[in-house]
């Protein structure tokens, strides 16, 4: 960015260090308290244990990820390029820093997959067996995990840590290890379009379809009025905060996307406006770690119960 960045944009060093210092620590706490909650208050709450709230709380451990290992590096790297951290400790952390972050986005979005499948069997089909049910839920959870893993596994052998005149670094080296015909850019835009905008779309079909069914729901029979329409008022609490954690998502990882194309195809259109939508995008993309946990609190009455359960 630096190399393509017009000399006329002035950007002052120390007031950007600060911001984004601040900016990172307010993430860090307010993702690895919120995170921790969600988890705490599921676990607590006998009646929160249903596959949905499971999958919201893989969600959360997978979030918390990025402030133990994500935010320290950013704020580390605002200050000092150099890898801190040698020996064989040093190695690992250089593998896990880069890769734990990536497999937690993976994880998140095929639990935002989940979370729409499951709402689909509750709206589109309420008197069927439930599509995501209790026993089924933990192995969908744990491979959500092994799929992440797999897809970055690769990165486990392009990060090193190498040794400069000045310092450690933490760096890929893709060609190296996969040979000069290998290409990352290709991995990346494959695990861009197969584990997110897929997905994605996925997403938004289920949820239109959703939308649809609820629109054109009657409830039948006068007796049973009010108990459908209570039924109906709860799937709509849970697909309020389930929409909202996919707007969420989308809002804080778009302008990155967006950016990231811009950066692989179109790296001559840079101008002051685009450097400095980078900046913000930069910091969006790792603000989604502390907005699922508030969302939940938010649109949530059980959520809220229990919070304050928890310091009652």
Not at 8 to 23: D, L, M, V
Not at 38 to 66: C, E, H, Q, W
Not at 275 to 280: E, G, H, L, P, Q
Request: charged share 10%; hydrophobic share 50%; glycine share 4%.
């Amino acid at each position: 960015m630096n190399e393509t960045q017009p000399s006329s944009c002035s950007i002052n060093p120390t007031a950007e260090k600060i911001g984004k210092t601040f900016a990172y620590c307010l993430i860090f706490i307010v993702s690895f308290a919120g995170n921790t909650v969600i988890g705490i208050i599921v676990y607590k709450t006998k009646t929160m244990r249903k596959p949905i709230n499971f999958i919201i709380v893989n969600m959360a451990m997978s979030d918390l990820l990025i402030p133990i290992f994500w935010i320290p590096r950013e704020i580390q790297l605002l200050y000092s390029n150099f890898w801190l951290i040698s020996g064989p400790l040093g190695r690992v952390l250089c593998k896990l820093v880069y890769i734990l972050p990536l497999v937690s986005l993976v994880v998140s979005i095929q639990s935002l997959v989940l979370i729409a499948v499951d709402r689909f069997g509750a709206v589109v089909f309420p008197l069927r067996s439930p599509l995501i049910s209790s026993k089924l839920c933990p192995f969908l959870i744990l491979t959500t995990w092994i799929i992440a893993m797999a897809v970055y596994s690769p990165c486990l052998f392009a990060f090193k840590l190498v040794e400069y005149p000045g310092g450690l670094v933490c760096e890929l080296s893709w060609k190296e290890v996969f040979g000069e015909s290998s290409s990352f850019d290709h991995y990346a835009m494959s695990t861009l379009i197969i584990f997110y905008l897929i997905p994605l779309v996925l997403i938004a079909i289920l949820y239109i379809i959703i939308y649809i069914k609820l629109k054109s729901q009657k409830i039948p029979g006068e007796q049973s009025a009010n108990a459908g329409q209570q039924r109906q008022q709860r799937e709509r609490n849970v697909l309020k905060m389930a929409i909202a954690i996919v707007l969420g998502f989308a809002v804080c990882w778009v302008p990155y996307i967006i950016v990231w194309f811009l950066v692989t195809f179109a790296s001559d259109l840079w101008s002051c406006g685009l450097i400095y939508f980078s900046y913000v995008a930069y910091v969006m993309v790792r603000t989604n770690c502390a907005v699922n946990p508030c969302i939940c609190l938010i649109f949530s009455r059980n959520y809220r119960i229990g919070l304050k359960t928890l310091f009652s």
